[in-house]
């Protein structure tokens, strides 16, 4: 192998590569912390969602750049396209039961997640690390304020 070809290939990663990783781990780290939260309060969405839409949706806008670029409405269609995914998902998160709705939060921090991933993806890193300190702050100061309700009986019980 030669030295050469090795650092042609490295320069390559890192001038055309570098950019996009770094935004995926912004995403990623960013995401965490709200993944982190869901997941400390026994949600079926955590560690591994959180960060995985946050990248997901940073991916795709990042994808699409080459074909999007110098046209707005194009970037605009992909993004329309990736919030209507993570409503899905978020959707998806959602439990209704006999008398309670359960997951609202869960669902609405999917889709500020995706928002995270995207802001990264069109550079708007204020904006990514904005969203994530409102919605941390909503999970994490505000839920103690929230008044718990009593467990619904299982199943057979009552």
Known sequence: MDQAWLEEVLRHLVFDYGPNIRDLGISYALAFIIGWNRERESNSAGLRTFPLVAIASCGFVQAAEPITQNNPEA?????????????????GA???????IRGTATAASIWATGAIGAAVALGSYHVAVTICLFTAVTLYLMTPLKPRRPAAPEPGEG
């Open 75 to 91: 970037v605009a269609r992909i993004v329309e396209g990736v919030i209507t995914g993570i409503g899905f998902i978020g959707a």
């Open 94 to 100: 959602i439990l209704k039961g006999d008398a309670m």
